[in-house]
């Protein structure tokens, strides 16, 4: 990889690219001056598209042809030019350092167990990959069974997914690699530690269900797009859910259920007495879904020839399968409940009307329920942080479970034919550790946490609330240091929810802790959109209302400036796909009110986002660029469109991974074109694009290291943060 890149930079230079002096004549690293800046030829093209009368100019729909010569070079040039800026802000070489120091913490997974094994993942501090360890009852100490790090020299591979066999002789587990959402499944003997020949293609869940018998297990495969192998970003094909039996060619799998709807989202789990094969599906990222079953009869010898039975087929609220007991099936559901309740249902008298109610909904939004033995583990958000509480079968209170902090429950495991389960617990301030929680004893008990670092008692996270636009009150989390002075002199870097009623709640981020000991502040706005408070809150910032979300934000923003935590351009926007087009709009509608813009593997082409991938999937969440009315509310709001006018642009960065296979870089590199063009201060508009990479669950660290030691570096010379004394 190394070699490859320094071909790469010798190709740059070739390009012609016209690249600033990195040293002045003192030989030490000086400020980079913006208004130099010369930015690689991006030719416009006279594509104009048409749909229904909305007429939507693309000029840059050449840069979307990824395997093109020209493509290829213009982004060679891009990321020569962003190198050459970064190398000469003096104070990257203490970032680098400080990046390195905060990612090199131990990270954990909460056990997922069989009865007489736990397994579990975890990562030292800075190895490219997480190791998988297996830690069986009669040992005393745990033992790495999977080892990616030992895959490849450079992280490139990963295991992103396990699923042990019922008794423990097999384990399956998932492989991306370079970052792709793509997985190659395996399975291993664990008795003899080696692997059987099968090899699973065409997987992007890691969810694998195994029936009791140990034979086998239930998964969903995607086809490839029409064209994939010319085109690996067309639009992902039809899902269907599959039984694989252990030891076999994946040709001889059974196919169990095929969806009517091609744009299906397919999910299949067995329940935990092996009775069942319950299957969820939904229309996209839709949050409604429909239910349908298989009685395998005997767990020991699964009928897979068994009928599928349809227990809600009307797709009109979220039906959440959480286990059963005998012909019962408990379910999370927003049926007659917004905010979700847990009922118990008769499958053979499935009607509303002979429902239990079980868990009833409160104004806290239920997010999810685990069973465990006798008692279920109900996990709501109160004001978008985590809270525990525990009840019986029938639906009697049987406590709370105290959780260290305001932060956020991210997994929970039960072990089965046991009374106690783990979770892991985070906020912004505690990195992830592992908790084990006794239901007799009624303790919490930690079982793995990360080293502490004693110096972040120097911060504090404070829940604010601010109005927005409409008059709305919206929920903000603020981390700063304890003895904070308001007198708006505090660099912040505000971030947003992305939408898809996903809630923002509190977690931990080596890169957002590198930040606050640079001096800044973090915020986290809870925009509609997202789903901290049911959904409600999800439907007003949705479809044609996503403008709303961007109201919440810059609302957010300029109530930070109002309380004088901060002032006008010492703001700095950030996100993530989704939530990167969040920022992006906010940025573009009030671009004086934001000194910075960082933007990671950015939604920014709201009129074509269905031509890629999973964009499709997308469509319950935005609209369809495919019908006039939804084309012409998306192009109100989209950032590469809105970035067309002729602004002065605060300093933005907009990064990419070239194989990105969830939000393709051609967003990344369309804006990025854009905003160049039609940048009309001196503040730099930079193209970072990571060779060879997707940023999914499988980006090794020493990337996503590098990527937040380049995102600090300009922000802190976007916001002029000062220099310790």
């Given at each position: 990889?190394?070699?490859?890149?320094?071909?790469?930079?010798?190709?740059?230079?070739?390009?012609?690219?016209?690249?600033?002096?990195?040293?002045?004549?003192?030989?030490?690293?000086?400020?980079?001056?913006?208004?130099?800046?010369?930015?690689?030829?991006?030719?416009?093209?006279?594509?104009?598209?048409?749909?229904?009368?909305?007429?939507?100019?693309?000029?840059?729909?050449?840069?979307?042809?990824?395997?093109?010569?020209?493509?290829?070079?213009?982004?060679?040039?891009?990321?020569?030019?962003?190198?050459?800026?970064?190398?000469?802000?003096?104070?990257?070489?203490?970032?680098?350092?400080?990046?390195?120091?905060?990612?090199?913490?131990?990270?954990?997974?909460?056990?997922?167990?069989?009865?007489?094994?736990?397994?579990?993942?975890?990562?030292?501090?800075?190895?490219?990959?997480?190791?998988?360890?297996?830690?069986?009852?009669?040992?005393?100490?745990?033992?790495?069974?999977?080892?990616?790090?030992?895959?490849?020299?450079?992280?490139?591979?990963?295991?992103?997914?396990?699923?042990?066999?019922?008794?423990?002789?097999?384990?399956?587990?998932?492989?991306?690699?370079?970052?792709?959402?793509?997985?190659?499944?395996?399975?291993?003997?664990?008795?003899?530690?080696?692997?059987?020949?099968?090899?699973?293609?065409?997987?992007?869940?890691?969810?694998?269900?195994?029936?009791?018998?140990?034979?086998?297990f239930f998964y969903v495969r995607v086809e490839?797009?029409?064209?994939?192998?010319?085109?690996?970003?067309?639009?992902?094909?039809?899902?269907?859910?599959y039984y694989h039996r252990a030891g076999r060619s994946q040709s001889d799998d059974q196919m169990m259920y095929e969806d009517a709807s091609p744009s299906a989202l397919l999910r299949a789990d067995v329940s935990d007495d092996g009775q069942y094969l319950v299957i969820t599906s939904r229309n996209g990222t839709e949050l409604h879904n429909r239910v349908a079953f298989i009685d395998l009869d005997n767990p020991k010898r699964p009928n897979l020839a068994a009928p599928i039975v349809k227990l809600f087929d009307t797709g009109d609220a979220v039906y959440d399968f959480v286990g059963s007991q005998g012909n019962v099936f408990f379910i999370r559901t927003t049926k007659g409940a917004p905010h979700a309740r847990l009922v118990g249902v008769d499958i053979n008298m499935p009607d509303p009307n002979y429902w239990t109610t079980i868990v009833r909904e409160t104004f806290d939004a239920l997010t999810w329920v685990r069973r465990v033995d006798?008692?279920?583990?109900?996990?709501?958000?109160?004001?978008?942080?985590?809270?525990?509480?525990?009840?019986?079968?029938?639906?009697?209170?049987?406590?709370?479970i105290p959780l260290p902090d305001v932060g956020t429950v991210t997994e929970l495991h039960p072990r089965p034919e046991s009374r106690d389960f783990f979770f892991t617990f985070t906020s912004f301030l505690r990195p992830p550790a592992v908790y084990r929680y006794d239901l007799d004893a009624r303790i919490i008990m930690v079982y793995k946490e990360a080293r502490p670092d004693t110096a972040i008692a120097q911060w504090e996270t404070t829940q604010l609330f601010f109005t927005s636009k409409?008059?709305?009150?919206?929920?903000?989390?603020?981390?700063?240091?304890?003895?904070?002075?308001?007198?708006?002199?505090?660099?912040?870097?505000?971030?947003?929810?992305?939408?898809?009623?996903?809630?923002?709640?509190?977690?931990?981020?080596?890169?957002?802790?590198a930040w606050l000991q640079l001096g800044g502040i973090y915020a986290v706005a809870n925009v509609r959109g997202g789903g901290e408070y049911g959904r409600s809150w999800h439907e007003q910032g949705a479809g044609s209302l996503k403008p709303v979300a961007v109201d919440d934000f810059i609302a957010a923003a300029d109530f930070l400036v109002n309380q004088r935590y901060t002032r006008a351009g010492s703001i700095a926007v950030t996100g993530h796909d989704h939530g990167a087009m969040l920022a992006a709009t906010a940025?573009?509608?009030?671009?004086?009110?934001?000194?910075?813009?960082?933007?990671?593997?950015?939604?920014?082409?709201?009129?074509?986002?269905?031509?890629?991938?999973?964009?499709?999937?997308?469509?319950?969440?935005?609209?369809?660029?495919?019908?006039?009315?939804?084309?012409?509310?998306?192009?109100?709001?989209?950032?590469?469109?809105?970035a067309e006018t002729e602004h002065v642009l605060p300093p933005t960065l907009i990064t990419v991974g070239d194989r990105d296979d969830i939000v393709p870089p051609i967003h990344g590199y369309k804006f990025a074109a854009t905003m160049q063009a039609s940048q009309r201060g001196s503040a730099p508009v930079l193209l970072r694009s990571d060779y060879d990479m997707g940023f999914g669950t499988g980006a090794p660290t020493s990337k996503l290291k590098a990527l937040s030691a380049a995102r600090l570096t300009f922000l802190v010379n976007a916001l002029h943060l000062p220099a310790p004394r």
């Open positions: 990889m190394r070699d490859s890149l320094v071909a790469r930079a010798r190709r740059f230079a070739v390009a012609g690219v016209a690249v600033a002096a990195v040293l002045g004549s003192s030989g030490k690293a000086q400020t980079p001056s913006a208004g130099s800046l010369k930015y690689p030829s991006s030719p416009r093209g006279g594509q104009l598209d048409d749909v229904g009368g909305v007429r939507v100019a693309d000029p840059y729909r050449w840069l979307e042809n990824l395997g093109s010569p020209d493509v290829r070079n213009w982004v060679a040039a891009q990321n020569s030019l962003t190198e050459s800026y970064l190398s000469q802000i003096p104070r990257r070489k203490e970032i680098q350092d400080l990046t390195t120091r905060e990612w090199n913490y131990t990270k954990l997974s909460a056990p997922f167990a069989t009865p007489d094994r736990l397994f579990y993942f975890e990562n030292g501090g800075l190895e490219n990959q997480s190791v998988l360890y297996m830690h069986e009852r009669t040992e005393s100490t745990p033992r790495a069974i999977i080892d990616a790090n030992t895959f490849s020299n450079e992280g490139l591979i990963a295991v992103v997914g396990a699923s042990p066999s019922p008794e423990s002789r097999y384990l399956a587990y998932a492989v991306s690699t370079h970052g792709s959402s793509w997985l190659t499944v395996r399975i291993r003997e664990l008795r003899t530690g080696q692997d059987l020949r099968d090899e699973l293609r065409g997987i992007k869940d890691c969810l694998l269900s195994w029936t009791k018998d140990e034979r086998g490839q797009g029409r064209g994939f192998s010319s085109n690996p970003l067309v639009p992902d094909g039809k899902q269907r859910v006798d008692r279920f583990v109900v996990h709501r958000l109160h004001d978008a942080h985590s809270e525990l509480t525990l009840c019986s079968l029938d639906g009697g209170p049987r406590g709370t409409d008059g709305s009150r919206v929920s903000m989390f603020m981390t700063a240091r304890r003895d904070i002075t308001l007198d708006g002199s505090h660099p912040t870097l505000l971030a947003g929810a992305p939408g898809f009623n996903l809630p923002v709640s509190p977690v931990y981020s080596p890169e957002i802790s940025m573009l509608r009030r671009p004086e009110l934001f000194g910075a813009a960082v933007l990671d593997e950015g939604v920014f082409d709201m009129a074509r986002f269905n031509r890629f991938t999973v964009g499709p999937s997308w469509i319950a969440e935005y609209g369809s660029p495919d019908r006039p009315a939804d084309l012409r509310a998306l192009v109100s709001y989209s950032p590469l469109h809105a």
